[in-house]
């Protein structure tokens, strides 16, 4: 007969989001992780500390924060910054001149200002494809490509990839796989489980959840990887404040509950506008008509709070409709407690260039929506009355 396990069982995902990495200050017994507010530390002799010296290095703040984050990502480290674009300056200047990176076409428009008119100039090459289509992956690959760079879902289309098999095709050539795992969060999707190398997040949005911090972490399991990115952090120095990790892990306690909810009410959203005759297209990954509903049923443990459609009659009905609305609020950014809309074409990807966006099938009518954790009802009855 075989023994019982004498391993506890792991602790599910919002316990983790509340416990790991966060237990009371051993000196006070605070409950809640305190605010290191210090640039320094006293050293016993010269070279001798005990883990910190400087708070660009390293903060005990920010130590939780990579504790908490690399648990829910199942990874073995994780790196915070002070944004999003922090972490992916800091993961590609560990490439070099001549790299190569395979990126999904349809990607965040400061990811794509930030690939092509900052790290162009230094060398590094980018091919956009649709990662949508592993096949194009593959054609894509080159000798020189380092980085498979993918957002599964896809900002602001929501396109899903095949994480699992684009991590198959990035290692066949050499190359890591990057995931932006922005907009599902940790608790519906954690692509290192799915093969990926790199699960990179904008901790602004849901992680944080408040609108009220900016942040980025990078979580993963190679060790060599990380003690680069370590060593780049600290000489790049795009490091997060003690109070950003603090309200980031305050934000992290309700992740849980909040993906819950979010996801609760754009599955409504999605439904109501996927039946409105001024609806021309609805873009959400839990609908059954969507070309990557599939994969993100096997990828995902959820859909998240994110929801783009378009309007009949294009960027002057879509302007018409936002002007009528008042519980979602015209801004930029997504994932916290309130509901938001924008018109990428307009705000988050203005600085694609029309032609490529026209390309990459983000129409100028496209709007999108940040789906809040209001109640529901509230929300359908207000998108009622802006698409009239």
Not at 66 to 90: I, N
Not at 120 to 133: H, I, K, P, R, Y
Not at 275 to 292: I, M
Request: include cysteine.
């Amino acid at each position: 007969m075989a023994r019982p396990s004498k391993k506890p069982h792991p602790l599910r995902f919002a316990t983790r989001a509340i416990h790991v990495g966060q237990e009371p200050d051993p000196l006070t017994g605070a409950v809640t992780v305190p605010i290191y507010q210090t640039s320094t530390y006293a050293q016993e002799a010269p070279g001798v500390h005990k883990g910190y010296d400087y708070s660009r290095s390293d903060n005990p703040t920010r130590t939780a924060l990579h504790k908490a984050v690399a648990s829910l990502e199942s990874a073995k480290h994780a790196l915070a910054f002070s944004s999003g674009l922090g972490a992916e300056t800091t993961l590609l200047l560990s490439l070099k001149s001549g790299d190569h990176i395979v990126s999904a076409r349809d990607v965040y428009g400061g990811t794509y200002r930030l690939f092509e008119r900052v790290f162009a100039n230094f060398g590094l090459t980018f091919t956009f494809v649709e990662t949508s289509d592993l096949k194009q992956i593959e054609r894509a690959v080159t000798k020189k490509t380092k980085m498979v760079w993918i957002e599964s879902p896809t900002n602001p289309l929501l396109k899903i990839t095949d994480i699992r098999g684009a991590s198959r095709i990035a290692h066949e050539a050499g190359a890591i796989c990057v995931v932006d795992n922005t907009f599902a969060s940790p608790y519906f999707q954690r692509p290192l489980e799915l093969g990926a190398d790199v699960s990179l997040h904008s901790t602004t949005k849901y992680i944080g959840g408040h609108a009220d911090v900016v942040g980025g972490v990078v979580a993963l399991n190679d060790d060599t990887l990380y003690e680069r990115l370590k060593f780049l952090q600290n000489a790049v120095g795009a490091t997060p404040g003690p109070f950003d990790c603090f309200l980031t892990l305050r934000g992290l306690k309700t992740l849980a509950q909040r993906m819950q909810a979010h996801e609760r009410n754009a599955m409504r959203v999605a439904v109501f506008l996927s039946t409105h005759p001024r609806v021309k297209r609805v873009y959400y990954p839990g609908l059954p008509g969507h070309p990557g509903q599939k994969t993100a049923a096997r990828q995902m443990d959820g859909y998240s709070g994110m929801v783009s459609f378009e309007v009949k009659g294009g960027i002057t009905e879509a302007k018409r409709a936002l002007s009528r609305l008042k519980l979602f609020k015209i801004a930029e950014s997504l994932g916290g407690v309130e509901s938001l809309v924008e018109l990428p074409a307009l705000m988050t990807h203005a600085s694609i260039p029309r032609a490529e966006r026209i390309k990459a099938g983000l129409d100028d009518g496209l709007i999108r929506l940040s789906v809040g954790i209001e109640d529901g009802d509230d929300l359908l009855a207000e998108l009622a009355r802006a698409l009239g």
